[in-house]
């Protein structure tokens, strides 16, 4: 089956099942790369694959890092797009391989792609390259040389722009526009027992003890 698109042949972004809105025939797979960042619209078929990609292009030390909402509060702010606000607590997995980030990913399962109250990133503790991920798909990579994360957009066929349209962009010009992030659910478990799964593999709260 030939894959839907959307205007002037853009593919539609395929949304997480934590995030719904009124607008997503407005939302496009897209890229913009500019002096040390990239922001994206991806879509949930291809952001395991994407991250996946960081993860083996990066033979360091490396830091996985969980964003949580504390309370409802914190859960409507981070649905506006404050993923650092007071209400947002930390988990962090220090000092990972890539075999140890990889198995990360694969023990989070898909609560942590499809959830959509919550946000994650992974940096590297020797480049500083980080990628994050996080409500209505949208990924931001930081780093002095990312060519190599454009080399995976071509054959996606995610393409670039001047500059990309997020959700959060059309909900601040348009506030009669609805949006809701929810928290996601597979086989019981959502992304707030992900800390308990993750404890033994090193997770525990941002600037606690070893």
Do not use: W
Request: hydrophobic share 40%; aromatic share 10%; net charge negative.
């Amino acid at each position: 089956m030939a894959e839907e698109k959307g205007a002037a042949g853009r593919r539609p972004l395929k949304l997480k099942t934590g995030c719904v809105c009124s607008f997503g025939d407005r939302l496009f797979e897209e890229y913009e790369a500019g002096d040390g960042y990239i922001t994206a619209n991806v879509s949930i078929d291809k952001i395991d694959k994407l991250v996946q990609y960081f993860v083996m292009v990066h033979d360091e030390p490396m830091t996985f890092t969980l964003k949580l909402p504390v309370d409802e509060d914190a859960m409507s702010s981070a649905a506006a797009g404050d993923t650092d606000g007071a209400g947002i607590v930390r988990y962090e997995i220090e000092r990972c391989s890539v075999d140890d980030m990889l198995l990360v990913l694969i023990r989070a399962g898909k609560v942590l792609f499809e959830d959509g109250v919550s946000s994650f990133e992974i940096e590297g503790e020797e480049s500083g390259e980080k990628i994050s991920f996080g409500r209505f798909n949208v990924m931001n990579i930081y780093g002095q040389d990312l060519e190599f994360v454009e080399d995976f957009f071509g054959p996606h066929k995610v393409p670039k722009v001047d500059k990309v349209t997020t959700a959060f962009d059309i909900l601040a010009e348009d506030s009669s526009l609805t949006a809701d992030c929810r928290v996601y659910e597979d086989g019981g478990k959502t992304i707030f027992d992900l800390t308990e799964k993750l404890a033994a593999m090193g997770m525990r709260p941002a600037g606690g003890d070893n």
